[in-house]
């Protein structure tokens, strides 16, 4: 069965860092596009940064550059999202996902919950 699970989030203060992570069982992450989400408390989901199969590139919203960074270790099956100098605004469950063959994201992970606040 094909799984994903994140993990890492947490309470941090306005300036602190987190970093998540993203778990698969029953595939390898290096063969998709992963990609990180998060949906806000009345807002849509958004996408959040995504790497391509076996680390080949990387995209970040504009609301997150230079803050997040989105990394892979294919010999752990695993993604992370390091975030820096967090605030508010980044106030969200986060997921992780996985892009199919057909380019939808088939795959998701239960959500961790990332809280700003001080």
């Known amino acids: 069965q094909l799984q994903l699970v994140e993990s890492g989030g947490g309470l941090v203060q306005p300036g602190g860092s987190l970093r998540l992570s993203c778990a698969a069982s029953?595939?390898?992450?290096?063969?998709?596009?992963i990609g990180w989400f998060r949906q806000a408390p009345g807002k849509e989901r958004e996408g959040v940064s995504c790497?391509?199969?076996?680390?080949?590139?990387?995209n970040y919203a504009d609301s997150v550059k230079g803050r997040f960074t989105i990394s892979s270790d294919n010999a752990k099956n695993m993604v992370y999202l390091q975030m820096n100098n967090l605030n508010n605004e980044d106030t969200a469950v986060y997921y992780c996902a996985a892009l199919d063959y057909r380019s939808v994201w088939t795959y998701w992970g239960q959500g961790t919950q990332v809280t700003v606040s001080s």
């Open positions: 029953g595939f390898t992450l290096a063969y998709y596009t």
């Open positions: 790497i391509s199969s076996s680390g080949g590139g990387t």
